[in-house]
C-alpha cells in the first residue's frame, strides 16, 4: 500500500474472504495439493515438538487464526481510512528546527509540539488524546522534562524501558500507589506491574514520538527503535506469512 496506493476490489474480497473462512478451520485450512495446513508448516520451520491433536496443536490453530483475521481487519481498517482527506485546516506546516534548537529543545517541549501536530492533523481522538497524553507524561516521570532531547541515547531509552517494567498496573489509580511521587510508587511491594502488552503500546508511542523528532530535525537517531518485549502474541503475528 506504501507502493501503489489503495488495496484493488479483488485484494479487498480476498481480505473480506479471509476474515470469514478464519473462523472455520475445515475450511481455513484447506490446502492446494499436497501442501500441509499453514500451522504444520509453522510447527516444521521452527522444529516445535507438537504433535496433531494435542492441545498445545489446537490452541496454536485457533491462535493462528484469530492473528490473521486480526490482521485482515486491520489492513481492510487502514485501507478505509484513506477513503477521505481532511482538508479544512489552513494551519501552516511546522517549521524544522535548526541544529541549534534541537540541541536546546527540551523533552517536555518536544511533547507538546508532537501532541500539538498530531492534534491539529486530526489523527487523535479526544480519547485517544488523552491517553497518549498520559503515556508521554510517564516517558517526562522517567527522563525528567528539562532534558534535552537530544541527550537521551540508548542508555536512556534501556532505562525507560526496565523503568516501565516496574511500574505499577494502574498507577494513578490504585489506592497503594495514588498519590505518591513516581519513584516511591514503583517503589511499592505486592502490587500487580504493568503487563507486557500496555509496555509495548508505551515503546511504540515513545518509538513514534522519536520518530516524529527525527524527521523533523530535532534528534539525528530513534533511540527507541527495536525495544518492544517478545511476547506470544508477538510471535504469533509473525506466522500471519503461512496463512
Not at 164 to 191: C, H, M, W, Y
Request: one cysteine or more.
Amino acid at each position: 500500500m506504501a507502493d501503489k496506493g489503495r488495496l484493488s476490489e479483488l485484494e479487498l474480497n480476498v481480505l473480506r474472504s479471509s476474515i470469514l473462512t478464519s473462523a472455520a478451520p475445515e475450511i481455513f485450512n484447506l490446502t492446494a495439493n499436497d501442501e500441509k495446513p499453514p500451522v504444520d508448516r509453522l510447527i516444521a520451520l521452527y522444529g516445535l515438538p507438537v504433535s496433531q491433536g494435542s492441545d498445545t496443536y489446537q490452541t496454536m490453530e485457533t491462535e493462528f487464526r484469530s492473528s490473521y483475521k486480526a490482521y485482515c481487519q486491520h489492513v481492510l481498517d487502514y485501507d478505509k481510512s484513506m477513503e477521505e482527506y481532511d482538508l479544512s485546516s489552513s494551519a501552516e506546516p511546522s517549521r524544522p528546527p535548526s541544529s541549534s534548537e534541537g540541541m536546546d529543545t527540551p523533552l517536555s517541549e518536544l511533547v507538546r509540539r508532537f501532541v500539538e501536530e498530531r492534534v491539529r492533523g486530526g489523527n487523535w481522538t479526544k480519547k485517544s488524546e488523552k491517553e497518549y497524553q498520559a503515556i508521554y507524561n510517564l516517558l517526562l516521570a522517567i527522563l525528567g522534562t528539562d532534558i534535552a532531547c537530544t541527550s537521551i541515547n540508548s542508555k536512556g531509552a534501556q532505562k525507560v524501558k526496565s523503568t516501565l517494567q516496574q511500574v505499577p498496573k494502574n498507577i494513578n489509580s490504585n489506592p497503594k500507589t495514588r498519590g505518591l511521587k513516581f519513584e516511591d510508587a514503583i517503589a511499592v511491594v505486592g502490587v500487580e506491574r504493568m503487563h507486557v502488552k500496555t509496555i509495548n503500546k508505551h515503546l511504540n508511542a515513545y518509538h513514534g514520538l522519536f520518530k516524529w523528532a527525527e524527521k523533523n530535525g530535532y534528534v539525528s537517531k530513534n533511540v527507541f527503535t527495536g525495544l518492544t518485549i517478545c511476547s506470544r502474541s508477538a510471535f504469533m503475528r509473525q506466522i500471519i506469512e503461512f496463512a
